[in-house]
């Protein structure tokens, strides 16, 4: 898979295509973000990972969750 950094996590669709990587140490919200794209299936919309993370923090400064 060519990951270079520990830890790693790469998510795949059903049927087996790559959507999103991670190779990197990370925060809890951005790993929080990155399982909600890949459990919502935003990448199935064409949506950019970072789109959606900004879409979403721009929701929860507006409900303030």
């Known amino acids: 898979l ?3 950094h520990s ?4 998510f795949f669709d059903e049927a087996g295509k790559e ?3 991670i190779d990197a140490l990370v925060l809890n919200q951005r790993m929080a973000r990155a399982l909600g794209y890949v459990l919502d299936k935003a990448y199935l ?3 950019p990972f970072q789109r959606y993370t900004r879409e979403k923090s721009l929701e929860r400064m507006k ?3």
């Open 45 to 47: 919309q064409d949506i």
């Open 19 to 21: 959507v999103l990587r």
């Open 63 to 65: 409900t303030g969750k």
């Open 2 to 4: 060519g990951l270079s």
């Open 7 to 10: 830890p790693s996590m790469v």
